[in-house]
T-cell receptor, first 118, second 115 residues
Framework: AQKVTQAQTEISVVEKEDVTLDCVYE???????LFWYKQPPSGELVFLIR??????QNEISGRYSWNFQKSTSSFNFTITASQVVDSAVYFC???????????????FGSGTQLTVLP | KAGVTQTPRYLIKTRGQQVTLSCSPI?????VSWYQQTPGQGLQFLFE???????NKGNFPGRFSGRQFSNSRSEMNVSTLELGDSALYLC??????????????FGPGTRLTVL
């Protein structure tokens, strides 16, 4: 069975600080997909990034960067120069490769509440 | 393109009643999934529909059901409501145009309160 662990329940930083959100996953599959979603107070889950298990390249998008390491089963998310608008709950999720005709489902971590103080 | 829409946004029901939630996927998306979010259990998968067929179901009792229409719109139904069904119900849609995993895009959710 697949499992996602986000050990950090809450993180509080001051604006402009860098912050890293940790994500550790478990899966028996060799092909899988990892995701990060942001959930602001409005409730909607906003897609941030998807990584395939066969692509370990790190990715940077503006102030966001992701570090995927299969050796440690981790997919960490760093926000550089954090801003108050980054305050939200961040979820890491895992989806295994589907076979034709089968369904997908996301297994979510418990989320990390990030608060960025002005 | 319009995003995933869910109606109603808020709902208050009493124990024993039933409720129907609606989800309209992003135009062109053929798969619709439902998730329940509660403070205690977090985000849990309910079921997924594709081409009007339920392809997978999470570990929820039979009181939770759903369906998908030919235009890919989906509804979920909860019968004989219990206090523990109070939650944010999120719908997600994905393109499903290949055998690889597509990204799921979520709607704003329906917040159900059972009194």
């Amino acid at each position: 069975a697949q499992k996602v662990t986000q050990a950090q329940t809450e993180i509080s930083v001051v604006e402009k600080e860098d912050v890293t959100l940790d994500c550790v996953y478990e899966t028996r599959d060799t092909t899988y997909y990892l995701f990060w979603y942001k959930q602001p107070p409005s409730g909607e889950l906003v897609f941030l990034i998807r990584r395939n298990s066969f692509d370990e390249q790190n990715e940077i998008s503006g102030r966001y960067s992701w570090n995927f390491q299969k050796s440690t089963s981790s997919f960490n998310f760093t926000i550089t120069a954090s801003q108050v608008v980054d305050s939200a709950v961040y979820f890491c999720a895992l989806s295994e490769e589907k076979s034709p005709g089968s369904a997908r489902q996301l297994t979510f971590g418990s989320g990390t509440q990030l608060t960025v103080l002005p | 393109k319009a995003g995933v829409t869910q109606t109603p946004r808020y709902l208050i029901k009493t124990r024993g009643q039933q409720v129907t939630l609606s989800c309209s996927p992003i135009s062109g998306h053929r798969s619709v999934s439902w998730y329940q979010q509660t403070p205690g259990q977090g985000l849990q998968f309910l079921f997924e529909y594709f081409s009007e067929t339920q392809r997978n179901k999470g570990n929820f009792p039979g009181r939770f059901s759903g369906r998908q229409f030919s235009n890919s719109r989906s509804e979920m139904n909860v019968s004989t409501l219990e206090l523990g069904d109070s939650a944010l119900y999120l719908c997600a849609s994905s393109l499903e145009d290949s055998i690889s995993t597509d990204t799921q895009y979520f709607g704003p959710g329906t917040r159900l309160t059972v009194l």
